[in-house]
């Protein structure tokens, strides 16, 4: 049996949001490349095309009024009523296909899913996935389908309990407005603070609300933050709620806009910090499905997806080409999948400290509590 399928479609990766546009789906294509040159596909770890799905799965988690809006945008027949849907913004512009982009990165997603839950691989891993902000009735932040929201309703409707781990440096706004008093999903964040970031929320109170108290976990961290402060994080709340929350399946956001390059964000890891984190994950989440979502240093983005992909796989990175290719292909930062350490100094260190700590504290008094999960 394949340890991990990566899944794979070159019409995804070749989808154009527009030149100007930050959002590159390309960035999958450069990862299966890196993923070949470092020996990371193999009869273990298995390149996967995308399934298909029907098209109304989309309906468990949008609006019918919505999607016939997005299927009318993809017939190029465009009025002023879509911008209400967020449609045609600088963020989700009106592009060709982008209904059948989105239903195919949905498809993706679910046959991900549908691999690991029928027991053929244990991890599973969607290049062009995680369109976590879509809410609804409503297209943002680079989202028109929320293939995650999607996946973990048709899993609860089927009796399974889900979490869902978003360490993407933006907060996970459309899932947690979706499941934010449902017990059967418990959703964990990781991203940067709302108040430099869009989409502008997500603070550690927001704990869920109903039966669902508890069960929305936020863990925002301020601007430049770096790998120590990240991973020590990370440690002290992810494992440990899942852990006690033991669910069926784990799907995880895995946005490499955390690094220290990105021209969005504000937070300060290497790829160093980003593999340390996702070895963690792999460790307390032994059924996984990962989504790639955010991360717009495209080449850098590709170097930590790459990592991840090796992390899934159990494997360490050769560099099969070394000596002979180099940097160029990817540029002189590409020699290795690794960067050179990078700490913030000072008294921004202290204070990144100073706020996770606190935010961590805050999690642990008012959230561990409703799970049993133990303080380390």
Known sequence: MAKAALLYSEQLAKFDYGDDHPFKPMRARNTLELCNRYGLIDAECIQV????????MAALFHEAEYLEVLKEAEKGSFDLSMLARGI??????????????SIQALGATMHGVELVMSGKVDRAFNLVGGFHHAERDHAEGFCFINDVGVAIADLIEKGKKVAF???????????????YDDPRVLSISLHESGET???????????GEGEGRGYNVNVPLIEKTDDMVYTKTFKRIVPPLLEAFAP????????????ISDPLTHLRLTSNGYEDTIQELCKAAPK????GGGGYDVYRTSKCWTLAW????????VDQFAGLVGGMMYGSDMDSLWDRPLSTKGEAKEKAIRHAETVVRSIQENVFPIHGAKST
């Open 88 to 101: 045609g913004t600088d963020d989700c512009p009106f592009v060709p296909n982008l209904y059948s982009f």
């Open 49 to 56: 095309e995308p399934g298909t799905v029907d098209e109304s």
């Open 165 to 179: 781990v978003d360490i993407d440096a933006h907060h996970c706004n459309g899932i947690q407005k979706a499941f």
């Open 248 to 259: 069926d399946l784990v799907i995880a956001e895995i946005g490499a806009d955390t690094v």
């Open 288 to 291: 996984l499905v990962a989504v």
């Open 197 to 207: 970031l869009y989409p502008w929320g997500g603070n550690e109170t927001e704990i």
């Open 310 to 317: 090796a992390a899934m796989c159990g494997r360490e990175p």
